[in-house]
């Protein structure tokens, strides 16, 4: 068997079904999504991790956002959540100022994380390891 770990960006994923306008998606399942990528004759999904951040200033999306990941760790899905930073914007045309906010971390922790399935891919390699560990010690 083939094993598949599956790795998420939730919020790129959010905005397309926001951009489709189709809120039923918005609860997709998805493991059910996943396992329509495989052949289950030969791929065996081992993991799916889901990344994204609570957008903590719009309590009642972050209710609905907390009700999802919940329902995702039902179906086996790994959450690995993020956070946003408050940004400073201005208007370009009238120098109006308030304060944004933006995603960080999901880019970074979706590389980390698969860095580290990686690594661990790799390390079950036995051939491997010392090229591994050339590379360790930089």
Not at 38 to 67: C, G, N
Not at 68 to 73: S, T
């Amino acid at each position: 068997m083939i094993r598949v770990a599956c790795f998420i960006d939730g919020f790129n994923l959010y905005h397309a079904v926001h951009d489709l306008r189709r809120n039923e998606l918005k609860w997709l399942n998805l493991r059910k999504l996943m396992e329509h990528f495989i052949d289950p004759k030969i791929h065996e999904i081992v993991a799916i991790y889901y990344f994204s951040a609570f957008a903590e200033w719009l309590p009642e999306e972050v209710r609905r956002h907390r009700a999802y990941v919940e329902a995702l760790k039902y179906f086996g899905v790994t959450p690995v959540m993020g956070r946003f930073k408050e940004k400073e914007l201005s208007c370009n045309r009238c120098d109006h100022a308030w304060t944004g906010h933006e995603e960080k971390q999901s880019d970074v922790n979706i590389a980390i994380w698969m860095s580290g399935k990686l690594l661990e891919i790799c390390m079950m390699k036995h051939s491997l390891l010392p090229k591994i560990q050339i590379l360790h010690q930089y």
